[in-house]
């Protein structure tokens, strides 16, 4: 399925998201707010470096619901583990952000994630 102009205006318009996950012990819905970034024509979720439960979650659980305002869009997260595609990403998101921190940080602890969609 090819993602619809106004599904991506949606997207482009929403930095701040939520995602309802599926919990990878318990099995329930998880429901969180995150930010949304774009980098490479792509949309990435993202956070500072450490261990996230929404990461662990989506890796054992791919399909996930992105909520926003108007709109809940069943996609998937493909957990981005490639050094070189993890230096990409993040070279574009992270000068991005002036409370970041440093670049080599995000790179060796932060999870990423592609959305994909279903």
């Known amino acids: 399925m090819s993602m619809t102009d106004e599904t991506r205006q949606a997207l482009d318009r929403q930095r701040t998201v939520e995602i309802t996950t599926t919990g990878r ?38 399909a996930f619901t992105l909520h926003l305002t108007d709109l809940d869009l069943r996609v998937r997260g493909r957990p981005v583990t490639d050094p070189d595609e993890r230096a990409r990403v993040f070279g574009a998101i992270v000068p991005t952000l002036d409370w970041a921190g440093s670049l080599e940080s995000w790179i060796a602890g932060s999870p990423l994630v592609e959305i994909e969609l279903a």
Do not use: M
């Open 25 to 62: 012990r318990s099995g329930r819905p998880k429901r969180i707010e995150i930010w949304r970034y774009r980098a490479a024509g792509r949309y990435w979720l993202t956070g500072s470096p450490g261990a996230r439960d929404w990461y662990a979650n989506l890796l054992a659980h791919p």
